[in-house]
């Protein structure tokens, strides 16, 4: 309804997904790979991504054990005050585990890194962010092969948690819209039950009334794993698999962004 059929969103999207049809911008699912850039790049705010927080509260409601996979990237997000109290907030909300999917992430580097070593002639690309992976099954499905075969740190820490305890709900909590569709690929509703952003989280604060300058300072319940927490940077996988690279290296490159990576294919 608030489209203002000003085509921004049909210009910047990376793979042509989204068409106009009376006059409002309408997303050709089966296309989409939900990068989130129509939200982003949209003045009328008339784009939205799908919530699931109404799905993490009837998990609340049914008594579920809940244990939440909190993305490094929080620190971007919530301030250092914010960041000592996030986990007490969380656990007010009734999570019994909190921690980072970092724990994932150097799961996933190390693994990626083994792949690498084992296939040194090969062409690699890293498998981490869903968004890129929908790219390249979309626009050079000639790639396809050079995909690594390993899970994103998201799956990884879902997959380790319940190996721990199959009776349990994991919910993923990032920046990252394109993580929900990942929840949905291959098997991965069995390790991941639901994924929240960051906005979604803060609305389950306030729904439940918890604030979170008035929790007490606490630590998560498991430490992050070396270098894990820099994996959300650019190069960040790289830097936790102890992969050495640098600006003029001609071997490993790392870039972000729909554009770079379309130039990089």
């Not at 927490?229 to 490993?252: M, Q, S, W, Y």
Request: charged share 25%.
């Amino acid at each position: 309804v608030n489209c203002s059929d000003c085509y921004r969103c049909v210009r910047v999207c990376p793979v042509n997904a989204i068409r106009m049809q009376d006059g409002q911008a309408q997303v050709i699912s089966e296309r989409c790979i939900a990068c989130g850039t129509c939200i982003n790049e949209c003045p009328q705010q008339a784009k939205a991504y799908r919530t699931d927080y109404g799905k993490v509260l009837q998990m609340m409601e049914d008594g579920d054990m809940l244990y939440l996979s909190i993305a490094p990237s929080f620190v971007s997000y919530y301030n250092e005050w914010e960041q000592l109290r996030l986990a007490s907030a969380t656990r007010m909300l009734g999570f019994k585990y909190v921690a980072e999917t970092a724990i994932g992430a150097w799961h996933t580097a190390i693994a990626t890194e083994e792949h690498i070593k084992s296939n040194p002639d090969k062409t690699h690309i890293c498998s981490a962010c869903p968004a890129l992976v929908s790219y390249i099954l979309q626009k050079a499905p000639h790639l396809n092969d050079m995909i690594v075969p390993v899970v994103s740190p998201m799956v990884a820490h879902g997959r380790i948690l319940k190996s721990k305890n199959k009776n349990i709900k994991v919910v993923f909590v990032g920046p990252c819209v394109a993580k929900k569709d990942e929840m949905q690929m291959s098997d991965n509703e069995k390790y991941i039950d639901a994924v929240l952003t960051f906005e979604e989280l803060d609305e389950l604060f306030r729904l439940k009334n918890i604030k979170i300058e008035s929790c007490e300072e606490s630590a998560f319940d498991e430490a992050a794993i070396g270098n894990s927490r820099f994996f959300p940077l650019e190069g960040g996988l790289l830097k936790t698999a102890n992969i050495t690279t640098d600006l003029l290296d001609t071997k490993v490159i790392a870039i972000s962004g729909y554009k770079n990576i379309a130039n990089a294919i």
